[in-house]
C-alpha cells in the first residue's frame, strides 16, 4: 500500500514568491492533515480536512496562507506572498478516520521550503 | 503551559544497549491517546507506537515499548537492542478529544545518535 505522497520534496523561492504544495493520502484515508515543522521542533497543525471540509483551521494564517480538498482526496497548500519566516518543512499526513483518539497519523516526507 | 514536555534534547547510546526517552505531558482530557514517531535525517515522521489512556497494559511494538505511568502524566519510551539505524529524532505526541479540538501536540524532540 502506498503511503502519503507528497510534491515537491524541495523548493527554494525568493521572499514575495508564490508556492504550492501538493499532497495525496493514503487510499480510504478521509481525514487529511497538513502541519509545519520549524527547525528543532515537532510539526505544529496548520489545517484539517474531513473530506472535503476543514473541520480545523484556526493555526493556519489566513492573510496569506490557503489550502483546498477539492474531492476529498488530494490536497494543495498555498503560500501567497511567501515571507522569510515561512522558512520551515511542510508536512502532510492522513488518517483513516479522525474522530478517534487512537486514529493514527500517517505521514508523507515533506517539503522543504527555503524562502530567500 | 507545555502540553508535551521532552526534556532530553539530545543523548548518545551504544548499540545494542537499550535507550529510555523522556516524555510528560499535561492534560486534563480523560480521554487521550500517546503517540511517539521516530524522524530520521531524510524527514519523513513514522509512527512507532501508540497508548491510550484507558489501556491497562503498556504498549509494545517489537524493540519498542512505552512506559506508561498515567498518575505521573509520563510516556516514556524504551528502545531495547538499538541499531544504528535507530539514530533519529523521537517526538512524543498527544491527541486529547475534547479539550484540543481533536488535534495531535508534539513535543520538541529527542535526537538518539547510536554510537556502533
Known amino acids: 500500500e502506498a503511503g502519503v505522497v507528497q510534491s515537491p520534496r524541495y523548493k527554494i523561492i525568493e521572499k514575495k514568491q508564490p508556492v504550492a504544495f501538493w499532497c495525496n493520502p493514503i487510499s480510504g484515508h478521509n481525514t487529511l492533515y497538513w502541519y509545519r515543522q520549524n527547525l528543532g521542533q515537532g510539526p505544529e497543525l496548520l489545517i484539517r480536512?474531513?473530506?472535503?471540509?476543514?473541520?480545523?483551521d484556526s493555526q493556519l494564517p489566513k492573510d496569506r496562507f490557503s489550502a483546498e480538498r477539492l474531492k476529498g482526496v488530494d490536497s494543495t497548500l498555498k503560500i501567497q506572498p511567501a515571507e522569510l519566516g515561512d522558512s520551515a518543512v511542510y508536512l502532510c499526513?492522513?488518517?483513516?478516520?479522525?474522530?478517534?483518539?487512537?486514529?493514527?497519523?500517517?505521514f508523507g516526507p515533506g517539503t522543504r521550503l527555503t524562502v530567500l | 503551559a507545555q502540553k508535551i514536555t521532552q526534556t532530553q534534547p539530545g543523548m548518545f547510546v551504544q548499540e545494542k544497549e537499550a535507550v529510555t526517552l523522556d516524555c510528560t505531558y499535561d492534560t486534563s482530557d480523560p480521554s487521550y491517546g500517546l503517540f511517539w514517531y521516530k524522524q530520521p535525517s531524510s524527514g519523513e515522521m513514522i509512527f512507532l507506537i501508540y497508548q491510550g489512556s484507558y489501556d491497562q497494559q503498556n504498549a509494545t511494538e517489537g524493540r519498542y515499548s512505552l512506559n506508561f505511568q498515567k498518575a505521573r502524566k509520563s510516556a516514556n519510551l524504551v528502545i531495547s537492542a538499538s541499531q544504528l539505524g535507530d539514530s533519529a529524532m523521537y517526538f512524543c505526541a498527544m491527541r486529547e478529544i475534547q479539550a484540543a479540538g481533536n488535534k495531535l501536540t508534539f513535543g520538541g524532540g529527542t535526537r538518539v545518535l547510536v554510537k556502533p
Open positions: 480536512y474531513e473530506n472535503e471540509e476543514a473541520v480545523d
Open positions: 499526513a492522513s488518517s483513516a478516520v479522525g474522530r478517534q483518539v487512537s486514529d493514527t497519523q500517517y
